[in-house]
Each structure stands twice: as structure tokens, then as C-alpha cells.
């Protein structure tokens, strides 16, 4: 087996033509420069160099070996110059994780700026359900998780993302559309609507309406947001969903209300594996995440002070 320093030796006296030449290069006597070519003959099974007087020659395996040599030193250096850039956080791919609505809001625009910091970075995006990005996760598949559930906090750290508030989705040419110019619409209204939501809201709104004197009448009960959005659009019911939801189908007919009295919020959270070692590029990704979500929280909070 040839090692790396053996191969140096080799191409460093091919290139200079004569070992005293080469061992001067290198730093060393001849006498050991000499024994180590004559034992990577003897590994090799086969002479490398035709010595002769003033100059040495190398025989037709020596110069498959410079060829192969001098590639792979190269592509040694060229691995450990990526290593390095990874290790720094300029190079590589980032995977994330994202649930569908979770993705459209403050994700890209702390994609956006990252790219700006480091443009030869590489992103994989991956989109779901919270549990399907939590099965990411713990698959190595991705670093970095946006979810919109309770999660084990033993198991992975978090950071908190300001709540969101459910909205109401709703077709303005339907009997359903309250219609009146306020942004908002109080939760009473919602009684005896057909209303359609995701599966793992219908445990926190119905507690809601129960606790102002009725029970929601569910028309539809979906696990994707998209769909029952679609059918809100298409006048079918009013679709109940978190505010980052607004966008995500273009419409002219359907109009969002903010549901209040009382407000009812959702709460999300990027997660990683506390057990696992993130790149260097997701902890800068990190970074700069929590800087603008603290900035959109201290904006949040100060608008909506009295």
C-alpha cells in the first residue's frame, strides 16, 4: 500500500530528475530517500526508474504513477480545501425541514439574507407535516426542522417563534361571508358554519367554542392545509387556519378574517437533534435566525402595545 508521503517522494524526484536534487527539495539526506523509493519498487513489484548517470529516467510504471500521483494530490488538496470551507460554513448544503405554512413566512426571508452572506452555499428543502419533519430529523435526512406541534424537549432544542393567530378563510359570494368592512370576525360568528379544518386544530377550537357556548360544526377535517384552502376559495365552507396560510392559494374571492373574542393562536418552533453535531453552516443559519426572529418578535410586541 502506498502512503501519501511516498507518493510526495516519488513525483518530487520524477519532477527533479535526480535524488540528490529531490532530497535537497525535500529536506532530507539522500541514503533515506534512496531506501524509501527502493522499498515502494519492491511494494509495487515493479521498477519505477531507469538511473542512470546524471538524470533518472522513469520506465513506463513510473509514469502511469507520476500521471495517478500527481491526480491524486491533487484531489487531496482540492478535498481538504472543501473540507475546509465546509468546516467554515461558505460551502456545502443546508437541509431543512418545513411545515407547509411555517415555510412561507419567516423562512425565506432568512433564506434570502443567508444566501446573500455566503452565495455558494446550497440549500435542500424539505416539506410536510410536523410529524414527517420530526421523522426527518431523526433520519439525519435534514439539521434543521420548522414544526407547529409539542415536541419532546429532552430530545431536541428549539427555538420559539412568536404565535400566530387562526384566520378565516372564507368565499365573499357565499351565504357564509359576513359581509361588513372589519379585518376581523368574532369566534360566536362561527357558530352553526360549516367550517373545515386541520385535524390537529380541531382539538384547541373546539375547546374554544365550547368554552363561548356551542360546539363547531365540522364540515371537513383534512391533513393538509392546502386542500381545505381550495375549497374555502371554491365556496365549499370556511377554511380555519393559521395567519401564514393568507397567500398561499391567489384569490379574489376569498377573504381572510382574523378570529377574535378570543384570539385563538397557534405556536411553531425550529427544532434540532440536541444529540447530534450540527454543521457549520446550520449553526450559522441558526444564528442568524434567532437575530431575526427576536427582531420580528420586539416589533410584534411593540405594535401591539397599548
Known sequence: MINM????????????????????????AQPPLSRQMKLLE??????????GHRKIQLTEAGRVLRNRGEQL?????????????????????????????????????VARIFRNQFPDLK?????????????????????????????????????QLPNEPMVAAINKNTDDYI????????????????????RKYEALLTEYCQQNGFNPYFLCKSDDIMPILAWADAGVGIAIVPQAA??????????????????????????????????????QFLTLFTTINNATESR????SSP
Not at 73 to 80: F, Q
Open 73 to 109: 494530490l491533487k484531489l487531496m488538496d482540492n478535498t481538504i480545501k472543501e473540507i475546509n470551507e465546509i468546516e467554515t460554513g461558505t460551502h456545502g448544503t443546508l437541509s431543512l425541514g418545513t411545515a407547509t405554512t411555517s415555510g412561507v413566512t419567516i423562512l425565506p426571508k
Open 246 to 283: 393568507i397567500g398561499l392559494i391567489p384569490s379574489t374571492s376569498t377573504v381572510f378574517k382574523t378570529i377574535i373574542d378570543p384570539c385563538i393562536e397557534t405556536s411553531s418552533a425550529i427544532i434540532w437533534m440536541r444529540s447530534r453535531r450540527l454543521s457549520t453552516a446550520a449553526r
Open 179 to 198: 359581509d361588513d368592512s372589519q379585518s376581523t370576525i368574532k369566534l360566536r360568528d362561527l357558530a352553526d358554519k360549516p367550517l373545515m379544518i386541520h
Open 42 to 51: 519492491e511494494t509495487l513489484g515493479t521498477k519505477l526508474f531507469e538511473r
Open 5 to 28: 508521503r511516498e507518493l510526495e517522494y516519488f513525483l518530487t524526484i520524477a519532477q527533479e530528475g535526480n535524488i540528490t536534487t529531490a532530497a535537497k527539495t525535500l529536506h532530507m
Open 123 to 159: 440549500f435542500e428543502l424539505w416539506e410536510g407535516e410536523s410529524i414527517r419533519i420530526i421523522e426527518l430529523l431523526n433520519a439525519g435526512l435534514i439539521e434543521i426542522g420548522l414544526i407547529r406541534f409539542y415536541f419532546d424537549t429532552d430530545t431536541y432544542e428549539s427555538i
Open 300 to 303: 410584534f410586541k411593540y405594535q
